[in-house]
């Protein structure tokens, strides 16, 4: 079973989780097509308007957002491994070799640090992503539930004194996606926070290795202590006063 496979499985149980909806378990309730009619023409021509715009606008999101996870899914199917070349004999003597030779091998392991960091940040990215596109599915069903409330409002206001539309029932189908949004929305926050940590663990890493590559190899201890008694030394040294010719 591939990785891709497993991925497109979780979302669907995601979005069937998130959005009875979609997956058959809730069927959207609507205002019945006789009763709309019963509507007067202009009242219905300006609600229809209004929410016309409204679900176009949840219906576009909900195409960038899809978009956005086909991305991120190819991102990290794409993602290449960074490695790090030998870079052959190295000139001096014994104790420059060993220090060079621990120099790559710290450039080898900020390396594995940033293709550690960058695939925990794709990952990261991804599950943010699909989480965004889950909300998305619910901004679309509330707003439709919110568009079929207002239409059974309007019913309500042309239906004889004698009965009663059921108005409470598409004003409680409304607060009920509306919740599941929230809790959509929550959940897609949180998984952006752990994208964006994901996403300042990989500068660092980055900066790391750079930083690394600036400053190069250590020198030996011996080295560092011949610098150190030579650079002592000039601080020691008498400074001859300047002699000025007139």
Same mark, same amino acid.
């Given at each position: 079973?591939? $990785?891709?496979?497993? $991925?497109?499985?979780?979302?669907?149980?995601?979005?069937?989780?998130?959005?009875?909806?979609?997956?058959? #378990?809730?069927?959207?309730? #609507?205002?019945?097509?006789?009763?709309?009619?019963?509507?007067?023409?202009?009242?219905?021509?300006?609600?229809? /308007?209004?929410?016309?715009?409204?679900?176009?606008?949840?219906?576009? +999101?909900?195409?960038?957002?899809?978009?956005?996870?086909?991305?991120?899914?190819?991102?990290?199917?794409?993602?290449?491994? @960074?490695?790090? !070349?030998? #870079?052959?004999? @190295?000139?001096?003597?014994?104790?420059?070799?060993?220090?060079?030779?621990?120099?790559?091998? +710290?450039?080898?392991?900020?390396?594995? $640090?940033?293709? #550690?960091?960058?695939? %925990?940040?794709?990952?990261?990215?991804? !599950?943010?992503?699909? *989480?965004?596109?889950?909300?998305?599915?619910?901004?679309?069903?509330?707003?439709?539930?919110?568009?079929?409330?207002?239409?059974?409002?309007?019913?309500?206001?042309?239906?004889?004194?004698?009965?009663?539309?059921? @108005?409470?029932?598409? *004003?409680?189908?409304?607060?009920?996606?509306? +919740?599941?949004?929230?809790?959509? $929305?929550?959940?897609?926050?949180?998984? *952006?926070?752990?994208?964006?940590?994901?996403? /300042?663990?990989?500068?660092?890493?980055?900066?790391?290795?750079?930083?690394?590559?600036?400053?190069?190899?250590?020198?030996?201890?011996? @080295?560092? %202590?011949?610098?150190?008694?030579?650079?002592?030394?000039?601080?020691?040294?008498?400074?001859?006063?300047?002699?000025?010719?007139?």
């Amino acid at each position: 079973m591939s $990785r891709s496979f497993v $991925r497109w499985q979780g979302w669907v149980l995601l979005c069937c989780a998130g959005l009875g909806v979609a997956c058959g #378990s809730t069927r959207m309730r #609507s205002v019945q097509p006789d009763h709309w009619q019963a509507v007067p023409v202009a009242w219905r021509e300006k609600i229809e /308007r209004v929410h016309a715009a409204v679900i176009a606008g949840a219906e576009e +999101e909900r195409r960038a957002a899809t978009a956005a996870v086909a991305e991120a899914r190819r991102a990290l199917d794409r993602r290449v491994v @960074v490695a790090t !070349r030998a #870079s052959g004999p @190295v000139e001096g003597d014994q104790v420059w070799q060993e220090a060079w030779r621990a120099y790559e091998r +710290e450039q080898a392991a900020a390396l594995a $640090r940033i293709d #550690s960091s960058q695939q %925990a940040w794709l990952h990261a990215l991804l !599950r943010w992503r699909e *989480r965004r596109l889950a909300a998305a599915d619910l901004h679309v069903a509330v707003v439709r539930a919110d568009f079929e409330l207002a239409k059974a409002e309007a019913v309500s206001g042309y239906t004889p004194g004698d009965e009663d539309y059921d @108005v409470a029932g598409f *004003r409680g189908q409304f607060a009920r996606l509306h +919740e599941s949004w929230w809790q959509a $929305r929550q959940r897609a926050n949180a998984a *952006r926070a752990a994208a964006d940590a994901e996403s /300042r663990a990989l500068a660092k890493a980055k900066e790391g290795y750079a930083r690394l590559r600036r400053e190069g190899p250590t020198p030996p201890a011996a @080295v560092q %202590a011949a610098a150190q008694i030579e650079a002592e030394a000039l601080r020691k040294k008498p400074v001859v006063p300047h002699m000025h010719v007139w």
